[in-house]
């Protein structure tokens, strides 16, 4: 094992065991929640030879990182989901690559993934990005929006919803975000008791290196990691 490669598993291992601590302290069962390894700027040497080391799944940002990972046969038989902001033109690629894509904000990239998507033969799974937190920088369907937003992608063939992702502002303090988390999750619980047709809530996808305990203290089951596994980004 090179010396990267014992890092990396060191860590993943310290992120595994936070994980299971807020799962015990808040009731829930570790294996509900899955380690995403966010390996946005990482090579695919670096990918490829992480595979292993105790991550369930990876994270791309860009679709053309995807890609190039993928054609490289970085991720091996692990899944990779799309976690970054997906432009229409792109959609074929990402369709191609992704299990599912976390970041759908828009009618327009919903069909665009959904026109792909069919043309290849697959039901794309998606979650909807929400911006919990009412930014005005962020992408993502405002809460207040979400509704009509589901009532319109529910009848796109091609795409299936199946949960909520959101990227909260970036925590500064220990506890911070612990309030979006449990906002996101309450509109998790109310759109799963309306069941539209077509959507599926089964995925909430929240908490990064910095907030992951929180967020799985208030019900994600996708902690997406990055720092916490591959180090600071150069
Ligand atoms: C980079 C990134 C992460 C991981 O961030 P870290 O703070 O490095 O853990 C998670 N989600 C998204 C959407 C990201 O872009």
Redesign the pocket.
């Known amino acids: 094992m090179t010396d990267l490669q014992k890092q990396i598993k060191e860590r993943t291992q310290a992120v595994r065991e936070q994980m299971q601590q807020a799962a015990r302290a808040s009731g829930r069962n570790i294996a509900d929640i899955m380690l995403?390894a966010?390996s946005?700027t990482q090579t695919p040497e670096t990918v490829a030879e992480s595979r292993e080391l105790g991550m369930d799944l990876f994270?791309e940002?860009r679709v053309q990182e995807l890609e190039e990972k993928a054609v490289f046969g970085a991720y091996g038989d692990k899944k990779v989901n799309l976690?970054?902001h997906v432009q229409s033109n792109k959609a074929k690629i990402a369709v191609k690559y992704a299990s599912v894509i976390?970041?759908v904000d828009s009618i327009e990239i919903a069909q665009a993934i959904a026109n792909a998507a069919t043309k290849i033969g697959k039901t794309q799974d998606v979650l909807v990005e929400i911006n919990i937190a009412n930014e005005e920088s962020k992408f993502g369907i405002l809460p207040k929006n979400l509704d009509a937003f589901l009532c319109e992608i529910c009848n796109i063939s091609g795409v299936h919803v199946q949960g909520l992702?959101t990227?909260p502002p970036i925590s500064l303090k220990k506890g911070q975000n612990s309030r979006f988390f449990a906002n996101l999750y309450k509109l998790f619980i109310d759109i799963k008791a309306k069941k539209y047709d077509n959507i599926s809530m089964s995925i909430l996808s929240m908490g990064?290196?910095?907030d992951?305990c929180e967020a799985i203290a208030e019900g994600s089951n996708i902690v997406?990691?990055?720092?916490?596994?591959?180090g600071e980004?150069k």
């Open positions: 995403l966010a946005k994270g940002n976690i970054g976390e970041s992702m990227n990064m290196s910095r992951f997406r990691i990055g720092t916490g596994i591959f980004r």
